[in-house]
């Protein structure tokens, strides 16, 4: 496959979102000083991170700006992780303010309302300890570098400028060493916010910095701990209610995602166990929130359905990806298109879903379906119970990237909704969609095989006195599609030896449809488990195509020379076992005849 020419779906989906919204100009940049005040208003950048690092990254993800406001969630995990929350509750609220954000308000208990508002931060960076440096801010600093994977720099100007301009801060700073929200000189906590403020980041490290807190304090790119597991319920909880300023209540109804804004122009939102997505946009609202950025975090909540009222079934998805070579059909091939097929093995690689397939999920699928040389990407839904519009728009976009580059995707188990929503080849029984995959990495499209009854290899590996006895005892018989060879239920009488054509092992299911087991081909054997290991068929066999077969009857056979019976019945068992491996590596299977 060619891999110049694909483009991960959700890259694909993040571009399309990002067009859509470059044209929009609404809103101001910040000017409350005057480094934010002359801030280049267009650039415009989206990043998404999954918890097992996968990054996506469209427009202006690299470009520079500082964190602003973005930093009290950190502010408040460091604070929870060095005094404790029993010690930071006392000093800080967890109710919406319903306030400005700068607004100088405390709560009944003489509390600043929540971290995510100045007054609460302000309050959080008193509590941050120094640790071997003695310095709190250079600490927080370091900090926050770990959230996002590498080392974070102060922008000297804009502390500056924060410092100089900071008085309603400084207000607030002093009230709350007023009323007992801060321990010893104002001042230090203010240096500590400002500095924290004051770091510069790009839109990429907030994107790592909220997959970190999805990825339950561990960052996806580096693997190291930022805080404490138990301390992210906390931050992600106030960061629901209280992350979006005056416009928390109307994020959480149409978003409904962990989130915070900053005045310099990023948004981060948070998909507990997913996903953490980054916007960053100058150009703000009345209540300070990126205009961009709130559009698209809307769009995304719409088309990817982040909302935390729909994952709820989240933790019931399954995925397992193997090669095709090792969870192959059940069809009896031999053993040159075997050696065939485990030569082509990295080529196709087979999704096997269960429970719920929603966005995350269909992520990590199209990640998979596309590493270099993948060919045929086989969904096996038949497990999965629910695969969302989110999902299918993920999945569809991977069909389209397959089919330009040669490839296809296979979907198997599906609704015919749900084929034609994603624009797959739909099989309804997922071993009819292996061995389809098969051919195709075999060429296959499909050349018939035709033996004669010496060619058989159940024959043609007898001594030759023996296959001259064999072949005076057989009969030929010449089948058409849908007859039936074989009945689930009677004595095994005869075993067949496929010389042309292909029959179908099925079991009959509840509502009348059938159960396909396996399909076999010329050089197969079938009705041998049967006689081997009990007397009685255990499934139906038919025609699938016209075809032709040597027929052995059981009472033939007991008048054959005991030499030919013991090569024969060692041949049965061989085969019927080998039916057994097959098929026991899915407990669901039956064991066919």
Known sequence: MDQVTTTLPVETYLRRVHRTFSGLKDGAVADYIPPLAAADPEPFGICVVTVDGQVYAVGDSDAPFTIQSISKPFTYALALADRGLPEVRRRIGVEPSGDAFNSISLDSAGRPRNPMINAGAIAAAG?????????????????????????????????????????????????????????????????????????????????????????RGLNPLTGARAVPDALVTQVLSVMTTCGMYDAAGEWLVNVGIPAKSGVGGGVIGVMPGQLGVAVFSPRLDAVGNSVRGVAVFNQLARDLRLHFVNTGRTQRAAIRVRLLSETPSARQRPAEQRGDLAAASERCIVVEAGGDLLFAGAEAVSREALAPGR????????RAQTIDAAAAQVLAELARQLSRSGGELVVAGAHDVTAAAIGARLFHDPDAAREWCEDKLLGKEHAPVVLGPGDHPLVGGLPQPLREELEGITRVHDFVPDEQLVEAGTPAQRVHLLLAGDVVVSVPTAGGARRRLASIGPGATFGESALALGGVHTADVHGAT???????????????????????????????????????????????E
Do not use: K
Request: aromatic share 4%; net charge negative.
């Open 375 to 382: 060919r045929l990407v086989l969904l096996d839904l038949h």
């Open 546 to 592: 016209a075809g032709r077969c040597l027929v052995l009857d059981v009472a033939a056979l007991e008048g054959a020379s005991a030499e030919l019976q013991v090569h024969l019945l060692r041949s049965f068992l061989g085969s019927a076992f080998g039916v057994l491996s097959r098929v026991t590596r899915d407990s669901s299977t039956a064991v066919p």
């Open 127 to 215: 509590l941050v300890d120094g640790g071997e440096s003695g310095d709190p801010a250079e600490r927080l600093v370091e900090s926050l570098g770990v959230w996002a994977g590498r080392r974070l720099e102060v922008d000297e100007e804009v502390f500056a400028a924060e410092q100089e301009t900071g008085h309603r801060n400084r207000a607030i700073g002093h009230m709350l060493r007023a009323v007992g929200s801060l321990d010893g000189d104002p001042e230090r906590a203010l240096d500590v916010y400002f500095r924290a403020c004051s770091v510069e980041v790009t839109c990429r490290d907030l994107a790592v910095m909220a997959a970190t807190l999805a990825g």
